[in-house]
Nanobody
């Protein structure tokens, strides 16, 4: 059974940092490109960062230079370090294999003063 379990969200002030984690199971994690997505109320779900099996990363322009995606193939986990958070980063964040049709429950990130 494919599962993606996200954690680490919360309520923070603008300029703060958060680190999201995702545990994957039911897939051969080391061969999958993994992605972090987000969905704000009324918006579509967008890819914000992805990392290939070899560690090549790419980011949406809106988060480039502030967010860092990383993976640990030994632990089947992927993380998203988010720095200099802005109110517009407020969303539910999801992780999954880019190729998977399955989604986790997501973790809420709220940036507000």
């Amino acid at each position: 059974q494919v599962q993606f379990v996200e954690s680490g969200g919360g309520l923070v002030q603008p300029g703060a940092s958060l680190r999201l984690s995702c545990a994957a199971s039911g897939i051969r994690f080391s061969i999958h490109t993994m992605g972090w997505y987000r969905q704000a109320p009324g918006n579509q779900r967008d890819l914000v960062a992805q990392i290939t099996p070899g560690g090549t990363t790419s980011y949406a322009n809106s988060v480039k230079g502030r967010f860092t995606i990383a993976r640990d193939n030994a632990k089947n986990t992927v993380s998203l370090q988010m720095n200099s958070l802005k109110p517009e980063d407020t969303a539910v964040y999801y992780c999954k294999s880019v190729a998977s049709i399955y989604w986790g429950q997501g973790t809420q990130v709220t940036v507000s003063s």
